[in-house]
């Protein structure tokens, strides 16, 4: 889906912080897709770990929250710590290529969604 977008420009993925980390040095994206849950090889790390880590490496990226972990909780925490959307995969997953438009078009508001 996300090469078949205008705008965008697929650089890759990863499946855990680590991985994800190496990837985004290299490439350095304008905007990060994240999900809570992932394959983690660090004990008790999680997406929002990685959250706030690229937040404090790259304070000008985009982040987008992409989870089914979608309690109000979560929600919360996410947009505290920066993400500029909080996106939930089984329902909102039309939502997704709105959001990207928005910040490619430089249309967003922070921490609205």
Same mark, same amino acid.
């Given at each position: ?32 897709? *994240?999900? #809570?849950? &992932?394959? $983690?090889?660090? %004990?008790?790390?999680?997406? !929002?770990? *990685?959250? #706030?880590? &690229?937040? $404090?490496?790259? %304070?000008?990226?985009?982040? !987008? ?49």
């Amino acid at each position: 889906m996300l090469n078949e977008m205008r705008y965008i420009e697929f650089l890759g993925n990863a499946r855990n912080s680590l991985s994800a980390l190496d990837l985004i040095s290299k490439q350095v994206p304008d905007v990060a897709i *994240l999900d #809570i849950h &992932l394959d $983690e090889n660090m %004990p008790h790390a999680n997406g !929002i770990d *990685l959250l #706030i880590t &690229l937040r $404090e490496r790259y %304070p000008e990226m985009k982040i !987008i929250m992409f989870t089914n972990l979608t309690l109000p909780q979560y929600r919360n925490r996410c947009l505290e710590f920066g993400a500029h959307y909080f996106l939930d995969k089984s329902n909102d997953f039309y939502r997704l290529p709105e959001a990207l438009e928005e910040i490619a078009l430089g249309t967003i508001t922070n921490n609205k969604r």
